[in-house]
């Protein structure tokens, strides 16, 4: 068992910071060698007898066959569902890929396995809920942080939403597989951890200006979850078993992080609302797709450096003398001035962000992800109406730039 997983689930019991926390049901975390085997043995030993692997053509050859042998051997019926690409050879969770996984899964089911990254576990996610059936998950490379989440993100009507729904019973991450991840997989999933450099700022801004729930717990485990990668980027770059360990293991602290929230505040704020805008945009004019955490690693550094030239902005838009409909707003930036601009103040530098994805062998700017200088500067401009939160960017847009 994941030893975090255990001393989350006590600091929960402990916690009193007036907010709900979600029970950690997640049975097992398993992130070794060996892992499918632990994941056989755990559906035998759960009394699980009809199995549907869902992957796509790629992770099934990396994982999702020797799995369904090894079920078979454990004598477990097991079908599988193969998500299909779109015209641009991509697997994205929309309502096609969803409403095919539905189609696919037998009534008598006992449980789906997410044999995949981020996309496949949104669709497994989302498709096990609406069946009310249990998924267990099988990350095959350490990309995302949202492997052991409730939150599916996924896109309905060409609009990227996410969906609170449930966590997966059992995560079993296996090292064998997660070694051989390709480089940009990896990079990507740093990227996704180093985005609390933002999403962490963002979370804190809204509960000060616009009282959003804050857990105090869930913001320490996020952070450490931040540090940890920050602190060891050098052996992941590496990419060898230790570095890759210690990259999966933060991925799984930050989804339990939000899993013990509900939300994806901890771990989300306006760096990841750029992403989802630009995703739609590739999706509607018909482009291929950017893997989530590389636009989330270059979107972080240009939130970062906006917060810094936009927390001066703000405090003067506070301090001004012109009438407004928005008085507590600005009471409220002024009764926590310092707060904020300690908060700016104390966020790592874009430059530093930079370094280290190009370190670990990322793409580093909006050029290299092929994202245009109109659709960047459009996204600053309306990605904060993607989601109802008291961003910076949020505030900057509706109150001050305007």
């Not at 085997?37 to 992770?59: P, R």
Request: aromatic content about 6%; overall charge negative; charged content about 20%.
């Amino acid at each position: 068992m994941n030893k975090s997983f255990i001393k989350f689930s006590n600091q929960a019991k402990q916690c009193h910071c007036g907010n709900r926390h979600y029970e950690l049901t997640i049975d097992r975390v398993e992130i070794k060698k060996g892992a499918l085997e632990d994941a056989v043995s755990y559906v035998i030993s759960k009394q699980l007898h009809h199995v549907v692997i869902v992957a796509d053509e790629i992770t099934y050859k990396v994982a999702g066959e020797k799995l369904q042998s090894l079920l078979e051997a454990g004598t477990i019926h097991s079908t599988v569902s193969i998500v299909r690409v779109d015209d641009q050879n991509d697997v994205v969770a929309n309502e096609t890929s969803i409403g095919q996984v539905l189609l696919e899964v037998p009534k008598q089911t006992d449980v789906l396995l997410a044999v995949g990254s981020g996309t496949i576990h949104d669709i497994t996610r989302m498709v096990s809920y609406k069946m009310d059936k249990p998924f267990i998950s099988v990350p095959t490379a350490p990309s995302v942080d949202g492997f052991n989440s409730m939150g599916a993100p996924v896109v309905i009507n060409g609009v990227k939403t996410t969906f609170q729904t449930h966590a997966p019973i059992a995560v079993f991450a296996d090292m064998n597989i997660l070694v051989q991840a390709p480089r940009d997989m990896i990079a990507a999933g740093f990227g996704d951890v180093l985005g609390k450099v933002t999403s962490l700022v963002d979370w804190r801004f809204g509960h000060i200006i616009g009282d959003e729930p804050f857990c105090p717990l869930v913001y320490r485990m996020t952070e450490d979850a931040l540090h940890t990668c920050i602190n060891n980027v050098e052996r992941i770059s590496t990419l060898t078993e230790e570095g890759i360990k210690i990259l999966m293991e933060a991925l799984i602290n930050s989804g339990l992080a939000m899993l013990l929230f509900g939300r994806s505040h901890p771990a989300s704020g306006a760096e990841h609302h750029l992403s989802h805008y630009w995703e739609m945009e590739l999706l509607r004019t018909n482009r291929k797709q950017i893997l989530h955490g590389a636009k989330v690693g270059v979107s972080t550094q240009i939130i970062a450096d906006l917060y810094k030239e936009f927390v001066f902005a703000i405090v003067d838009y506070a301090k001004g003398n012109k009438e407004s409909t928005n008085q507590s707003l600005k009471n409220k930036v002024l009764e926590n001035e310092v707060e904020i601009t300690n908060l700016i103040g104390q966020m790592i530098d874009s430059h530093q962000v930079k370094e280290m994805i190009d370190l670990v062998g990322g793409k580093t700017t909006y050029e290299e992800l092929a994202i245009e200088q109109p659709l960047l500067e459009e996204s600053v401009k309306e990605a904060h109406n993607l989601r109802e939160r008291f961003t910076l960017l949020y505030i900057y847009n509706k109150y001050v730039r305007s």
